[in-house]
Structures are given as structure tokens and as C-alpha cells.
């Protein structure tokens, strides 16, 4: 049941852009992001509740596709603070995906 | 309180000990889960509680664990003989609604059996 994430590792220079993709073998009727820094707990980014809905926050983005039962993150002009490792999953917080881990380098 | 607090933060147990791990969720908080993480690995679900009604425990790899919440309020997870492949990074979280809704992760507690 768990989300399948695409890349695995992903290796940035600021400002470069990035996109994450998460793919579901069930129905997704919402899926939720979040983001783990090294020792630190996840914390939660965004969750999309509608087929085709996207969202928001600071310059990173995401949407949903209800019927192919996927996701993306994009990730613009991306920050430093931008590092760490992204897990997609269904809203329902129960499960995540395999995760991407993020490093972006000056 | 202000955050999702989990106690102890560390635990060393020698094989075959019962440990109970402690979660206190954000006051106000009607869902409560459960989770396991293994470096490198995201969160693996354990158990869901909605209120002190436990929800959901089809994570939960065997009969030696358990969870509760009995007040809807702070929730125990309790692993009774322990193994040594039971050690890991125990995390907690909660969220206001019924699913569907951000959650708040707690520090976690590191488990070593020995």
C-alpha cells in the first residue's frame, strides 16, 4: 500500500528547480506531503483534496491527479532549507510513500 | 501542550523486557497514531486511534504489541518481550480532525534492545 516516489535521490544547486513524483497502486482521494530533515520529525507541507487541485506554499507547489492516482511536487528556485527528505502519502495519514531525499547545494 | 511529546526519548532494553512508550498529542487532538521508522525509511504505520477508540492497528506486526488511549487523551504503546529487531525510532503523531488532516509528529523515542 505504500506510495512509490520518483527520484529516489535528487542532488540540486540553488536556485535550480525540482519535481517529485508519487504514485499510488490504490485509489487516492487526497494525498498529503511532508518534509524530513536529517534527525528531525517530518513536517507537514501540504494536502490536496480534489482530483486536478493544486496547492501552494512558499515557491513550492503541488498537484494531484485523482484518476492516475498521482502526485507531484515541484520545487522552484529552490533554498538551502530545501533539503530533506520528501514523503507523499494518502491524506489519511496512514501510509507513506518510499520517500525522495532532497540536497540542495550552494 | 505546545507540541506532540514523547517520553522516554531514548530507551536501552536487554531482549526479552516489556517497554511502554509514551505519547502526550497536542491538547484538543482527536486522532493519535502510531508510527515505526527505520533510518533512511519513511514513517511505517502501527496504529490509529480516533478519540480513545483505537481505529486501526492492522500495522502493528504482532501480538506483542499493543496500544491504548484510554482518555482519549495520552496514548501508551507497550512492546512486551521485547527483540532485537523491535529497535527503532518510535514516532507519534496527532491531528485535530479525522484523518485528512495535517499531523503533528512528536520527537519520537529511540528504541535499542539488546
Known amino acids: 500500500q505504500q506510495p512509490v516516489q520518483s527520484p529516489q535521490a535528487v542532488i540540486l544547486r540553488e536556485g535550480e528547480d525540482a519535481v517529485i513524483n508519487c504514485s499510488s497502486s490504490?485509489?487516492?482521494?487526497?494525498v498529503h506531503w511532508y518534509r524530513q530533515k536529517h534527525g528531525e520529525a517530518p513536517v507537514f507541507l501540504m494536502i490536496?483534496?480534489?482530483?486536478?487541485e493544486q496547492k501552494g506554499h512558499d515557491k513550492i507547489s503541488a498537484s494531484f491527479n485523482e484518476k492516475k492516482q498521482q502526485s507531484s511536487l515541484y520545487l522552484t528556485a529552490s533554498q538551502l532549507s530545501y533539503s530533506g527528505t520528501y514523503f507523499c502519502?494518502?491524506?489519511?495519514?496512514?501510509?507513506f510513500g518510499t520517500g525522495t531525499r532532497l540536497t540542495v547545494i550552494p | 501542550g505546545a507540541g506532540v511529546s514523547q517520553s522516554p526519548r531514548y530507551k536501552v532494553t536487554k531482549r526479552g523486557q516489556d517497554v511502554a512508550l509514551r505519547c502526550d498529542p497536542i491538547?484538543?487532538?482527536?486522532?493519535l497514531y502510531w508510527y515505526r521508522q527505520a533510518l533512511g525509511q519513511g514513517p511505517e504505520f502501527l496504529t490509529y486511534?480516533?478519540?480513545?477508540?483505537?481505529?486501526?492497528k492492522s500495522g502493528l506486526p504482532n501480538d506483542r504489541f499493543s496500544a491504548e488511549r484510554p482518555e482519549g487523551s495520552i496514548s501508551t504503546l507497550t512492546i512486551q518481550r521485547t527483540e532485537q529487531r523491535d529497535s527503532a525510532m518510535y514516532r507519534c503523531?496527532?491531528?485535530?480532525?479525522?484523518?485528512?488532516?495535517?499531523?503533528?509528529f512528536g520527537q519520537g523515542t529511540r528504541l535499542t534492545v539488546v
Open positions: 490536496l483534496l480534489k482530483g486536478g
Open positions: 491538547s484538543g487532538h482527536v486522532s
Open positions: 486511534f480516533n478519540y480513545e477508540a483505537q481505529q486501526d
Open positions: 503523531a496527532s491531528s485535530w480532525g479525522d484523518r485528512a488532516t495535517e499531523a503533528f
Open positions: 502519502g494518502p491524506g489519511d495519514n496512514l501510509f
Open positions: 490504490k485509489a487516492l482521494y487526497s
